[in-house]
């Protein structure tokens, strides 16, 4: 069965640090990848996705992700954090599934930028 | 991309109540979800509201007791039957407009607590 594998649950970080969050998924198949952001208090919004092409995708707020086929990864990154960018952080894959496309989430990256 | 609404925001409900949550988009789409994110975890899909069909339920997820009513492309109701503590959740309903079910835009969520 897929599945999407997000190693961090809680990340705190400084102001000004980077960072680097992890995703892994299994699918053998063709995927479209997402990052989806949840803000305190609000829903989610779409981060950055990746359908084909340039593997180094650039998403709002400074943030981008690269898609490693051969990992099975899509990491999550921003070279420096803010304190508005805490949030938790949900990795999610779109695949074709008994011949329909369906998201599988991960189980989300909780991050804390300290001020 | 699309705005969706959710009524109720949050509720509290007694045990073997129901309770109906609907969701209202701002135009016309195929593909509607429902999903629940449980205290500390991800977003598990429930079904797809399929306009003029009965709903495709995932596993784990029966109709019985959560019907889904689908009766035009601009909105949908999730009903938790029969609800019990394990019930307590955030039900978020979404919407994919583009074909594939790609790139899907999620509404505000409804918190619900059961007594």
């Known amino acids: 069965a897929q599945s999407v594998s997000q190693h961090n649950h809680h990340v705190i970080l400084s102001e000004a640090a980077s960072l680097e969050l992890g995703c892994n998924y299994s699918?053998?198949?063709?995927?479209?990848l997402f990052w989806y952001v949840q803000y305190p208090g609000q829903h989610l919004q779409l981060l950055l996705k990746y359908f084909s092409g340039d593997p180094l995708v650039r998403g709002i707020k400074g943030f981008e992700a690269e898609f490693i086929k051969s990992k099975f990864s899509f990491n999550l990154r921003k070279p420096s954090v803010q304190w508005s960018d805490t949030a938790e952080y949900f990795c999610?894959?779109?695949?074709?599934?008994?011949?329909?496309?369906?998201?599988?989430f991960g189980t989300g990256t909780r991050l804390k930028v300290l001020a | 991309s699309a705005v969706i609404s959710q009524k109720p925001s949050r509720d509290i409900c007694q045990r073997g109540t129901s309770l109906t949550i609907q969701c209202q988009v701002d135009s016309q789409v195929t593909m509607m979800f429902w999903y629940r994110q449980q205290p500390g975890q991800s977003l598990t899909l429930i079904a797809t509201a399929n306009q003029g069909s009965e709903a495709t339920y995932e596993s784990g997820f029966v109709i019985d007791k959560f019907p889904i009513s689908r009766p035009n492309l601009t909105f949908s109701t999730l009903t938790v039957s029969n609800m019990s503590p394990e019930d307590s959740s955030i039900y978020l309903c979404?919407?994919?407009?583009?074909?594939?079910?790609?790139?899907?835009?999620f509404g505000p969520g409804t918190r619900l607590t059961v007594l």
């Open positions: 979404s919407v994919a407009p583009g074909l594939q079910n790609n790139e899907q835009f």
């Open positions: 999610a894959v779109n695949a074709r599934t008994s011949g329909t496309y369906k998201y599988i």
């Open positions: 699918y053998g198949g063709t995927v479209n």
